[in-house]
């Protein structure tokens, strides 16, 4: 493999881990505080890249048949669009905990995770009479150049996405390690009856924590989109599923594991094909990447960086 090969793997796996990693984290935390698996994390992403799209549409509908005719000539046509899109998300993450899980809190995991699932038909319903009929809007780039950076060829929306999620992952760790809230989420994840007793507002951290992953939600759905080019209801199926399956590679007991194996997924991804080209089998490559991780889960059901929790009663 040349170094240029080997550039070309690394940028492209930089570039789908930025996508995946605000997925990934999403999802982390609402296990963390929760204790589900959110199955709705890539729908609760979904409404919000709706909404951005929906008010980007609403700049350009200046003619007598109302067809949107926007074209994005600067940063701030999109910046409020992208707001409001990640605050829709953001607020009904807040709400399906507020409404719905503050009151399931204590029924059994399988429950919850199926109360998940009812989302998903919920907000795929709700988003066709709130944003229009229109099967698959149009999704926006930050900006739709290209950069060339040690001789490959970069989308720069790719970019922007990679450092925007880079500020925002970091951010998120500083707020769990230094503020109450983190305090709180850590309290929390390792045993809320506990954390409740000790005079931890337990219904704000799992609302505020479900809120902040709609939020993660919204932006991995809007670059996302924006970078294949198309938005759908079903955009964010592989996106989810790639989450889930770097959380239990990564380990779901810690933050950054899901996060490490996001990274690996990623580079599995762009890495795999390059090497079975060699025997004719690229083909095979996602085949084999999937195949890999379950053996690796297998090996080590915890995670590779994940820990056994013994809970103390």
């Given amino acids: 493999m040349l170094l240029s090969d080997i550039i070309s793997v690394i940028m492209s796996s930089l570039i789908s881990f930025s996508f995946l990693s605000l997925a990934t984290f999403g999802i982390v935390l609402i296990f963390k505080t929760s204790s589900t698996t959110n199955f709705a994390q890539g729908s609760l992403g979904i409404l919000g890249a709706y909404a951005t799209s929906y008010f980007i549409d609403k700049q350009g509908v200046n003619d007598l048949l109302g067809t949107p005719s926007v074209v994005i000539n600067s940063f701030s046509q999109l910046l409020i669009p992208l707001f409001v899109g990640i605050a829709v998300s953001f607020v009904a993450g807040f709400l399906i905990h507020a409404v719905i899980f503050k009151n399931a809190k204590?029924?059994?995991?399988?429950?919850?995770?199926?109360i998940t699932m009812g989302l998903v038909i919920v907000i795929t319903g709700l988003i066709p009479i709130l944003f229009g009929s229109t099967v698959t809007r149009v999704s926006f780039k930050f900006s739709n150049e290209t950069v060339k950076i040690l001789g490959v060829i970069l989308p720069i929306h790719n970019l922007i996405t990679l450092g925007l999620a880079a500020i925002i992952i970091s951010s998120i760790f500083v707020l769990l390690k230094y503020t109450k809230w983190g305090l709180g989420v850590r309290s929390v994840a390792s045993n809320e009856k506990v954390a409740?007793?000790?005079g931890i507002n337990t219904d704000f951290v799992n609302a505020f924590s479900w809120a902040i992953a709609g939020a993660l939600g919204a932006l991995s759905a809007i670059t996302y989109t924006a970078a294949?080019?198309?938005?759908?209801?079903?955009a964010m199926i592989d996106m989810q599923v790639n989450a889930f399956y770097a959380s239990i590679l990564g380990g779901f007991s810690s933050f950054y594991g899901p996060l490490a194996g996001a990274f690996m997924l990623t580079t599995g991804q762009s890495l795999f094909p390059r090497i079975l080209v060699n025997w004719n089998l690229a083909q095979w490559s996602n085949t084999i990447l999937y195949l890999s991780i379950m053996i690796a889960v297998l090996i080590k059901p915890v995670g590779i960086f994940g820990k056994k929790v013994i809970k103390k009663v």
């Fill in 106 to 114: 204590y029924t059994n995991v399988a429950t919850k995770q199926i």
């Fill in 196 to 198: 409740g007793l000790m």
């Fill in 228 to 234: 294949i080019g198309s938005l759908s209801s079903t």
